[in-house]
């Protein structure tokens, strides 16, 4: 970490960005894989169970990547300073505030899931499979959220290859042990849909054992003898880490709830319109990859330089990364409107279906161009602090401009006018986030979170 110090800024990024976008592919194409595992080997009964859950597992993933970023930023500020005993202590108190919430979920989840999926109307044949997929899923949480939280601690010190090892140590456990507990092999017992959650506990434990082994190993400031001393609850960290990441999940969460909505328009022109917004969907989550993993980079630079004293070089960081998106995630954008046919035809063999989403995916591809560089602005506000105004225009935009938007674009356009609404959307809200930093943020003095 001290060796890439020394490297020009856009250097740094490219380090730091390589891991962190494999993660993040890793990550959805172990989703994938046992996606395909519960649809092909169990079929469509399991299949559904597991998507019924999917909504409410998101909005908990939702929340615990929020407060990982969070940490992240506070990590960043003492790394910064070199303040070795802050990043344990921050470490110590998120780890154990981490702990206490995820049990504290499991235990309500596990006991709840039944009425919540009744009241969300999963069906009566696959609510049996659909609850005890949920509270395997539950009881895999408190590993889940360690692990998840550690990663982002690691982030915060710089590292994204340590986190991107140890993901890819849970997911061939995943890929391996799903198969594994559906089919039986080797003796192992048959779980039928919990096979796949029951990989995902398993996963995932032992990626934080490899976690702790490796941190002990190679010496970390993170490693558990180092940390030990420093579990402790601390309320004003934890009461900073949550102010800073809460914003963050309410942010996927009202996005998810915005999508939905739009879906509700989309699916007015019947099933082919659906199966289209689906393969667009599919493709534009790797497409954003770039711009949310530029996004956190531009945080944690910006954290530690705060953290450093450097104030001076959050401009510079800032300008990195509006930089960074349009050479990395406008490249992907031209790449995947030129390929966009080849694109949507990996996730759909209907030729209607095909046309049509490539249509659109030229349409809505842009939309990631504006959606990271307006991320930049939000991440280093956020790694000094500031979430309150960033997080309203985001949240604003996505409630209240994304629909109706939507909805006057589809009565002019037709359906396309639908996926017009995005790129529109994310460059209002880009437009807004970067009026409020040149105009306000930038002028108001900038000082350690810790």
């Known amino acids: 970490m001290e060796s890439t110090s020394t490297r020009p800024l856009w250097q740094r990024f490219l380090v730091f960005l390589g891991p962190l976008v494999l993660t993040n592919v890793l990550q959805a194409l172990g989703g994938t894989a046992i996606t395909i595992y519960l649809g092909r080997l169990l079929g469509t009964r399991s299949l559904a169970a597991a998507v019924s859950f999917f909504p409410l597992f998101m909005c908990c993933m939702a929340f615990a990547i929020g407060l990982g970023t969070g940490a992240s930023v506070l990590v960043g500020q003492a790394w910064g300073a070199r303040d070795t005993d802050k990043v344990r202590r921050v470490a110590g108190a998120v780890l154990l505030g981490t702990l206490l919430l995820s049990c504290v979920i499991a235990g309500i989840g596990a006991a709840g899931i039944g009425p919540v999926l009744r009241a969300l109307g999963t069906p009566g044949d696959v609510l049996a499979d659909a609850v005890g997929y949920a509270r395997v899923l539950f009881a895999a949480m408190p590993v889940l959220f360690l692990h998840l939280m550690l990663a982002a601690l690691l982030r915060g010190l710089g590292d994204t290859v340590t986190p991107l090892k140890a993901l890819a140590v849970a997911s061939s456990v995943w890929v391996l042990l799903t198969p594994a507990f559906i089919l039986g092999w080797l003796g192992l ?258 000082q350690r979170l810790i």
């Open 189 to 446: 017992p048959r779980l039928g849909t919990q096979s796949a959650a029951w990989a995902s506990m398993t996963g995932n434990a032992l990626a934080v054992l490899w976690l702790a082994w490796h941190l002990r190993r190679s010496d970390s400031l993170l490693a558990p003898a180092k940390l030990r001393a420093h579990l402790r609850w601390n309320a004003p960290v934890l009461a900073t880490v949550a102010r800073l990441g809460v914003p963050t999940g309410l942010f996927f969460i009202t996005s998810s709830l915005a999508d939905a909505m739009l879906l509700s328009l989309v699916n007015r022109h019947g099933p082919g319109a659906t199966a289209a917004w689906g393969t667009v969907g599919q493709v534009m989550a790797y497409v954003q990859f770039p711009a949310m993993s530029i996004a956190i980079a531009a945080s944690v630079f910006a954290a530690q330089a705060i953290g450093a004293g450097r104030l001076d070089e959050i401009d510079h960081v800032k300008r990195v990364g509006l930089w960074m998106n349009l050479a990395l995630t406008a490249g992907l954008a031209v790449l995947v409107a030129l390929a966009a046919p080849l694109a949507v035809s990996l996730f759909s063999n209907d030729p209607a279906v095909v046309e049509l989403a490539a249509s659109v995916l030229r349409i809505t591809v842009w939309g990631s161009v504006a959606f990271g560089m307006a991320s930049v602005f939000t991440g280093v506000m956020r790694a000094a602090g500031t979430v309150r105004v960033p997080t309203a225009i985001s949240l604003g935009c996505l409630a209240v401009l994304l629909f109706p938007l939507a909805w006057v674009l589809q009565q002019a356009l037709g359906l396309r006018g639908v996926w017009v609404a995005y790129p529109l959307t994310y460059l209002v809200a880009l437009g807004l986030q970067a009026l409020y930093f040149h105009g306000v943020w930038k002028r108001r003095p900038i």
